[in-house]
Nanobody, 123 residues
């Protein structure tokens, strides 16, 4: 069982930065693929970024490549999403996710979800 708690959301101006954190419970954190999704009002939840349990492979949505960076600290059971050059269209609720399979996670079917953290970007 893995529990995920996101933090770090807030209000930022366009062009600014935020770092989201996702604290995970569970002894086997390092064996899970981790990722981030987001959902804007009236839109479907969409994949943002992920990496395999080993951290050897990372994946990004085209819309965030070059601006967002996903990372993890296994010692702290925490995954991060550094978001730079934020745009108004990045505003959404951001969700942390975990699964034993990075492919299953990437298609939006992870086993575990966090409750989300709101990111608001003002223009």
């Amino acid at each position: 069982q893995v529990q995920l708690v996101e933090s770090g959301g807030g209000l930022v101006q366009a062009g600014g930065s935020l770092r989201l954190s996702c604290a995970a419970s569970g002894r086997t954190f390092s064996s899970y693929a981790m990722g981030w999704f987001r959902q804007a009002p009236g839109k479907e939840r969409e994949f943002v970024a992920a990496f395999s349990w080993s951290g050897g492979n990372t994946y990004y949505a085209d819309s965030v490549k070059g601006r967002f960076t996903i990372s993890r600290d296994n010692a702290k059971n925490t995954v991060y999403l550094q978001m730079n050059s934020l745009k108004p269209e990045d505003a959404a609720v951001y969700y942390c996710a975990a699964d034993g399979s990075v492919n299953r996670l990437r298609i939006g079917s992870p086993r575990y979800w966090g409750q989300g953290t709101q990111v608001t970007v003002s223009s």
